[in-house]
């Protein structure tokens, strides 16, 4: 599944209106341990492709974050030739994920992240 179309560069469209309205400017750099410091980050740059490319999943052990995030995966690799996925699942929604040393360490070329419910 080595697709090279390029992503599309329209907006995403998002579940949450006030995610999509975020300025970037006001994303802040957060920390695995749930604490977030004061220094302001910008947006990752975009990717130009999806091809082979390393997908983490980082499932807050919720009702259906599971599902839908593989089922996403797998739409991206159809679609868009996504290479290695590779899913995290935390013990409970309400803790921190003790692996993202792991994660990091593994090196993906993008993380999703879902709530289910």
Do not use: C
């Not at 329209?10 to 410091?37: K, M, Q």
């Not at 803790?95 to 709530?115: K, T, Y």
Request: zero cysteines; proline letters at 7%; glycine letters at 6%.
């Amino acid at each position: 599944m080595n697709d090279q179309r390029a992503i599309p560069t329209g907006r995403l469209a998002v579940l949450h209106p006030g995610v999509e309205a975020a300025d970037a400017a006001d994303i802040r750099a957060a920390r695995s341990d749930g604490s977030n410091p004061s220094r302001r980050i910008g947006l990752a740059p975009r990717l130009a492709t999806l091809a082979g490319k390393r997908l983490a999943l980082l499932d807050n052990n919720k009702v259906n974050a599971r599902e839908l995030l593989h089922a996403f995966a797998e739409r991206l690799q159809r679609d868009y030739g996504i290479g290695e996925i590779r899913a995290w699942r935390k013990p409970t929604s309400a803790a921190p994920a003790p692996f993202m040393d792991e994660i990091r360490q593994w090196m993906p070329d993008l993380l999703f992240s879902a709530s289910g419910d």
